[in-house]
């Protein structure tokens, strides 16, 4: 297990939460879309845009903020994608209970449910999925 408490580590969370950042735009503006535009069901517009941003921060964490060599790209986005879909039951059920339950606004409620499911990402993929030492 990676030690948690290092400037390195405190480098890659900023850098991950700045890659983060980016997708909550990519999330926010697909999930928008497919919501009010598209008129898709609400958690299906949530899963959607939820797995374009996925997708992205995978592609910019694995740049920069892990600077990954790992040449089993696929087996290294199958893992981002698991802990992702882990992330996404997560992220699902925090808005579910604040909106259906706590009857806060859908958007608001997406916002703490991205920033729990960061720290559960983070922590996971620095020690499952980026740790190739090659």
């Not at 609400?42 to 740049?63: D, E, M, Q, V």
């Not at 997560?90 to 449910?113: H, P, R």
Request: charged content about 15%; some cysteine; hydrophobic content about 50%.
């Amino acid at each position: 297990m990676v030690k948690m408490l290092t400037a390195d580590t405190a480098l890659k969370f900023i850098k991950f939460g700045v890659v983060g950042f980016s997708g909550v735009f990519v999330d926010f503006a697909i999930t928008y879309l497919c919501k009010e535009k598209l008129k898709i069901q609400k958690y299906i517009s949530n899963a959607l845009g939820f797995t374009f941003a996925a997708t992205s921060n995978y592609l910019l964490n694995r740049i920069w903020t892990f600077q990954s060599h790992n040449p089993e790209i696929a087996t290294e986005y199958g893992r981002f994608l698991a802990i992702s879909l882990i992330g996404l039951l997560i992220n699902t059920c925090v808005i579910y209970l604040l909106v259906s339950k706590s009857k806060i606004n859908f958007y608001l409620a997406k916002l703490v449910a991205i920033f729990i499911v960061t720290i559960w990402n983070f922590v996971v993929n620095l020690n499952f999925t980026f740790i190739y030492q090659g």
